[in-house]
Every structure is written in C-alpha cells, then in structure tokens.
C-alpha cells in the first residue's frame, strides 16, 4: 500500500453499469482506515525496526503482557520453532526477555522491555489520543451511534474470517 487508494469504488451517486454496485462513502472510508492502518503498521515497524511477525508478536505481548513461546506461537499461527526465530530476533534487538515462568519451572515467558513498550507508545499513543479527540467533537448519543456501528462492522469482518463463510 502506498498511500493511495488501492480499490476502484463508485459512490451510491454513481451509476451501477458493469462494474458492480455503488459502495456507500462510509464504506469506502472504512476501506480508507484500513490503509491507513497498513500504513501506520509500515511506520511503527519502521520505527522498532521490525518486520511483520515480530510487530504482530510485539502487539501480544503488549496487549496481553509476558507470554509463553507456545501461546505466542498459537496467536501468531506459526509453528513453535518459528517462534523461537521471532522471539530470538526481538531478544536481540533488545525488545523482549525470556525470563523463568514464576509457576512453571521448566517454562519460559516471552516479557515485553519497559523501554520497548515506551518505544512503541510513543508512536502509538499520540495516534490514539487524536482518534479521541476526533469522537470526544461528538454529543454523547452521536458517539454511542458510532460505537455501535462500528461494533458492528468489526462482527461482520469477523465473520468473513472464517473459512465456513465461503
């Protein structure tokens, strides 16, 4: 993605003709999000200097806190050996930790660095402020409307991704 919308959409204004129906703006402008979200990944990647996996893994464990190599490897849907490359490429590049499971003295859990997560927030946080301010414009009720919609978008995207929705 490369900044630029990447799909051809016709508005509800526009004629149907042959290239199928009209999308509505609100779609195409979810459509837009999407991008710009695939954009914003590309920058934070940029700015932890990693690639796809190890940001999605750092997503993990910053969200979720210290995980084990297996639930990691099950999140990522990547085998357990590929795990270890990921988790080996983050060690060293200082984001991670492997520390001594506290309840499990075989295990091992993948911690997130404190000056990692505040490496990240950086970038994330300032983001996150300006979408709330973007909805903290709206009245209460007007907030709640997009909240609900948007729940509901985020149920029929999940929807699709299942294979049984074929």
């Known amino acids: 993605m490369d900044g630029e919308a990447s799909i ?9 003709g042959d290239r199928g129906p009209a999308v509505r703006e609100a779609t195409m402008l979810l459509r ?3 991008e710009m979200s695939d ?19 750092m997503e993990h464990l910053l969200s979720s806190g210290p995980l084990g190599p297996s639930e990691l ?3 990522l849907h990547v085998s357990t ?23 499990d003295r075989r295990g091992v859990l993948v911690v997130p660095t404190d000056a990692s997560r505040r490496r990240a927030m950086s970038v994330l946080m300032p983001m996150i402020l300006d979408i709330d301010a973007v909805l903290d414009r709206y009245p209460a009720e007007e907030r709640s409307v997009i909240t609900d ?6 149920d029929v ?3 699709h991704t299942t294979p049984d929705h074929d």
């Open 32 to 34: 837009a999000v999407i």
């Open 81 to 103: 050996a590929s795990t270890t490359t990921v988790v080996d490429r983050l060690v060293a590049l200082g984001h991670v930790t492997r520390e001594a499971h506290p309840t």
């Open 8 to 16: 051809p959409v016709k508005t509800a204004s526009e004629p149907l």
């Open 73 to 75: 490897a099950r999140r």
């Open 39 to 57: 954009l914003f990944e590309k920058r934070l990647q940029s700015h932890l200097t990693v690639n796809p996996t190890d940001l999605e893994a």
């Open 157 to 159: 995207y999940r929807s």
């Open 149 to 154: 919609y948007l729940a509901q978008v985020v």
